[in-house]
Nanobody, 121 residues
Framework: QVQLVESGGDLVQPGGSLRLSCAVSGSIGAINTMAWYRQAPGKQRELVASITSGGISTYADSVKGRFTISRDNAKKSVYLEMNSLKPEDTAVYYC???????????????WGQGTQVTVSS
């Protein structure tokens, strides 16, 4: 069974920084694109950043220049470094990955359980 487990969410003041981590475990053949999404109260879930297995990253306009996504393929992990945080960054942040389970040839989408990030003074 494949699992994604996030960590690192916290309460932080505006202008502060946080680093989110997501570790993948289970019977895995390959991990393709990994991403971070977020969902604020009353809003739809939105893509924050993604990174391919080769390291190519993309960002939502709202976080460009402030957030950095990275991954460690050996550790089967993805990270989100968040700087210059704003109150509007407050949301539950979800890890997402396209994974080919061991013994399969088809990738499936997996989600983590989410971690709360609150930016407030």
């Amino acid at each position: 069974q494949v699992q994604l487990v996030e960590s690192g969410g916290d309460l932080v003041q505006p202008g502060g920084s946080l680093r989110l981590s997501c570790a993948v475990s289970g019977s895995i053949g390959a991990i393709n694109t990994m991403a971070w999404y977020r969902q604020a109260p009353g809003k739809q879930r939105e893509l924050v950043a993604s990174i391919t297995s080769g390291g190519i990253s993309t960002y939502a306009d709202s976080v460009k220049g402030r957030f950095t996504i990275s991954r460690d393929n050996a550790k089967k992990s993805v990270y989100l470094e968040m700087n210059s945080l704003k109150p509007e960054d407050t949301a539950v942040y979800y890890c997402h990955a396209f994974i080919v389970p061991r013994g399969s040839v088809l990738q499936r989408a997996y989600w983590g359980q989410g971690t709360q990030v609150t930016v407030s003074s």
